[in-house]
């Protein structure tokens, strides 16, 4: 070694010295990352034993707690907690466990293993995790909280109802659907970022599946400032059949907004409201293509086949898409296909 | 000028472009990194089954070009039909085959022929027929019959003809994963930026155990040449496009498994029938089209293993492959040359083109001018043999620290090849690369500029063993 260390640095040419260099520095990360790569094979292989192993353990402790009448459990929970849920990994995998428990059980067995959560002090962990500067720390946590329905930090979590960081604020607009017993998504009145087309999935999805109470108005949404959320609440007024707020969207096909115009008319498709044919027949000629394909489906659906003869002489023949449309809806329209040259 | 100075000034140019692209990889690493590791932080958690129930998911027609594919068709399509997500149809195109592919889509799929519309958007070959089946269990299929066009002019007919707005263009005889077009679709879901088109990536499927047209198992290749190609797939698409991705530079969507928006597509021409490289080519050219309309907009990329392809396992194939491949590159980069180092295109234009032109493009060019300076240093007996050897160790090293690296991205996310002597065939196959394949793959390229010059520009035939055979 101090050989070559004296041939590599006592080199007069700079360019034959700094490729040995780089040579030697090359080497050095190759079996460095041919290490990094057994390593990581063999921790995965190790930590997938021990995570099995505490998952056992944990699985075996809480399904005794829960169905196991014992008086003395108290001292056992606290015994556990100080011998086995010492760490991070160890206190992840708990938190793990639990929200299994939970999710698969109901009423007084669920209380009790949430009271698990309380018990082992795992409470704290997620209050540092939301107050930890990772995102992915602080959306994990989130989603737990929501999953265990701890609602003791919400005040933690409301800020992220607006944070820069997407997967963050979708778990939080999740947490306060669960949280809510009445209003589930008046939390849309704090936020001011615009929500995607994956969280609207996501908010219907537990608007459908996970929310308890009453189904409320979503009308009132129609007037919030972001775009985003008119059109989400135009489409969850379609889902819950909520025929009542026909008027209230009828408007929206005369906006600026292309979208809003759209998805206006998608949403009155869906409520079968006939009373914006007129207009939408009057508008067609000086729409935009996207719009006119919704008014093609709109007219194919709830007017008559003179309304859908009427506007096809208003599709450009360079419109593909839309000449493909007004084709394929003539033909359920009518038994003999329209001629369209 | 004497020979000592021109030799001089020449090893100064090879040493910076040495250089530059070692700079250039090592900064594609450490962006692929980043981009992994939020990848995986981001779906660690959540499940995607609110997914799977939503009526708002946008509606994706899958596009299959096929042609002479009567062996695996039937197979390959019902593998398809099973795929998890709520709304989709699937788009055959027989693209005039010689043999009795048609004939058994119609047997096998209750196929009668439908009505269509004339003069579609995208000029293609004539369309002889489209069928729908009559089975409603098979409601979400279609079969364009046309005359034989090749590749893009299949996919032109495909996107005429089929009706959601994100199209999906696929190899007919590649294996998706069940859930690949619900993975492949989320950046059209996430960003608040219209989305043009979205990546997967594309894995070997050689040597894997297939049953019903899913991969049930997945083994490393036998051969070496299948398994180089995995350690240059594990580059490409782990390290290379998952950069790109997140500086949003990439311009280039693999043509075996891709999603696009229709009308973005459509507006901004449908493939190109006159280039080899119709997949990079589509997408450069519907990037420059939303620049210059001035509409903001991404492109994104999906690192989980969602597709999987039978990699050429003969030299002569895999020649024609790689010769392709660079005329494909240098037809896209002569079509769109206003684009390069122009700031008006951003990023496409002062660093993604400018990346493809001379570390994709020249690098077999200017390896083949080193070649040719060495020999010309042994002819005038300027070679110091001492300076060759360690410049040669240097390349040698490099060049595996970065396949290395790309294993190492591999084991960090998804871990596809599980047993351990995996990984040390792994390993082999990374120390053997740079000596036996890439001398080779240089060599297709070059050939490849070559065969454009010389006007010889022909897709090639390319025949594969086909993967409903790797059941035991």
């Known amino acids: 070694m101090p050989e070559l260390y004296d041939y590599i640095f006592n080199e007069k040419n700079w360019v034959l010295r700094f490729n040995m260099i780089c040579s030697v520095v090359f080497l050095l990360m190759i079996l460095f990352t041919v290490v990094l790569i057994l390593r990581s094979r063999i921790y995965k292989i190790i930590e997938e034993k021990k995570t099995a192993r505490y998952q056992e353990l944990l699985n075996d402790f809480v399904g005794t707690y829960i169905f196991e009448e014992d008086e003395d459990f108290k001292a056992r929970i606290d015994s556990f907690r100080l011998n086995y849920l010492k760490g991070n990994f160890e206190q992840e995998i708990a938190i793990k466990i639990i929200l299994n428990f939970a999710e698969n059980l109901k009423g007084e067995s669920r209380e009790k293993a949430i009271s698990l959560f309380y018990e082992w002090k795992l409470l704290e962990k997620l209050r540092a995790e939301l107050n930890s500067s990772k995102w992915h720390r602080k959306a994990k946590a989130i989603h737990t909280c929501c999953s265990l329905q701890i609602w003791e930090l919400s005040h933690l979590i409301e800020p992220f109802l607006n944070s820069s960081k997407t997967e963050v604020r979708q778990q939080a607009l999740l947490y306060f659907i669960h949280r809510s017993p009445e209003d589930p998504l008046n939390f849309l009145d704090k936020i001011e970022f615009d929500i995607t087309l994956w969280e609207q999935i996501f908010i219907q999805y537990e608007l459908q599946n996970n929310y308890k109470g009453d189904i409320p108005d979503f009308s009132p949404y129609l007037k919030h400032t972001l775009n985003s959320v008119k059109i989400f609440a135009m489409k969850i007024i379609a889902e819950f059949n909520q025929f009542e707020n026909s008027p209230n969207i009828l408007p929206f096909i005369e906006d600026e907004n292309e979208n809003l115009r759209q998805y206006a008319i998608e949403c009155l498709i869906e409520l079968q409201e006939p009373a914006a044919l007129g207009l939408l027949k009057g508008n067609f000629a000086l729409e935009t293509s996207s719009v006119q394909y919704t008014i093609i489906e709109y007219i194919s659906k709830l007017g008559s086949s003179e309304d859908f003869e009427d506007i096809q002489k208003f599709i450009s023949q360079c419109d593909w898409i839309n000449r493909l449309k007004y084709y394929k809806n003539s033909k359920i329209l009518t038994p003999e296909i329209i001629s369209f040259s | ?472």
């Open chain 2, 1 to 472: 000028m004497n020979i000592d100075k021109i030799a001089d000034i020449a090893s100064w140019l090879f040493l910076a472009y040495g250089l530059i692209i070692s700079i250039g990889y090592m900064t594609t690493a450490f962006f692929s990194f980043l981009e992994i590791r939020d990848y995986k932080r981001k779906y660690n958690f959540q499940d995607e089954f609110p997914l799977l129930q939503s009526s708002n998911l946008p509606k994706i027609s899958i596009l299959a070009p096929a042609y002479n594919e009567a062996n695996n068709v039937v197979n390959n399509l019902k593998s398809l039909l099973t795929l998890n997500y709520p709304v989709y149809d699937i788009i055959i195109i027989n693209d005039g085959s010689k043999d009795d592919t048609l004939l058994k889509l119609i047997e096998n799929f209750d196929l009668e022929p439908t009505a269509f519309l004339g003069n579609p958007a995208l000029e293609t070959k004539k369309v002889r027929g489209i069928y729908n089946s009559k089975n409603l269990a098979f409601k979400n299929l279609k079969v364009i019959d046309k005359i034989n066009g090749g590749k893009a002019d299949s996919l032109n007919a495909g996107i005429n003809y089929c009706d959601n707005e994100l199209i999906c263009c696929i190899d007919v005889d590649c294996i998706l994963e069940t859930d690949a077009l619900l993975k492949l679709v989320k950046p059209f879901l996430h960003n608040k930026e219209k989305v043009i088109a979205s990546g997967g990536v594309i894995r070997v499927a050689n040597s894997c155990k297939v049953e019903d047209g899913r991969i049930v198992e997945v083994k490393l290749p036998d051969s070496f040449l299948a398994r180089a190609q995995v350690v240059e797939y594990f580059r490409a698409f782990l390290m290379g496009r998952m950069a790109w991705s997140r500086l949003d530079g990439l311009l280039l969507i693999s043509g075996a498994f891709g999603i696009f928006d229709k009308k973005t597509a459509i507006e901004a021409g449908g493939y190109n029938t006159k280039t080899v490289g119709e997949d990079m080519e589509l997408l450069v050219r519907m990037r420059r089209f939303m620049r210059e309309k001035k509409i903001k907009y991404t492109v994104g990329f999906v690192p989980d293993p969602l597709c999987w392809t039978e990699v050429p396992d003969k030299w002569r194939i895999l020649h024609r492959q790689r010769n392709r491949w660079t005329r494909g590159t240098v037809e896209t980069l002569w079509i769109h040359r206003k684009m390069l180092f122009n700031p008006k295109y951003k990023i496409l234009g002062l660093l993604s083109m400018p990346y493809w032109l001379f570390f994709e493009w020249m690098a077999p060019i200017i390896e083949l001018i080193g070649i040719i300076y060495f020999i010309f240093l042994i002819v005038f007996d300027a070679v110091d043999y001492r300076v060759l050897g360690i410049f040669l160790v240097v390349v040698y090293t490099f060049a595996i620290l970065f396949s290395v690296t790309a294993l190492f991205f591999e084991e960090y996310s998804f871990q596809q090849y599980k047993k351990p002597k995996y990984i040390l065939k792994l390993i082999t196959t990374v120390l053997l690369e740079p000596l036996l394949y890439h001398p080779f793959i240089m060599w297709a390229s070059i050939k490849g500029n070559i065969d454009i010059i010389t006007g010889r520009n022909q897709w090639g035939e390319m025949s594969k063993k086909g993967l409903s055979q790797n059941t035991d």
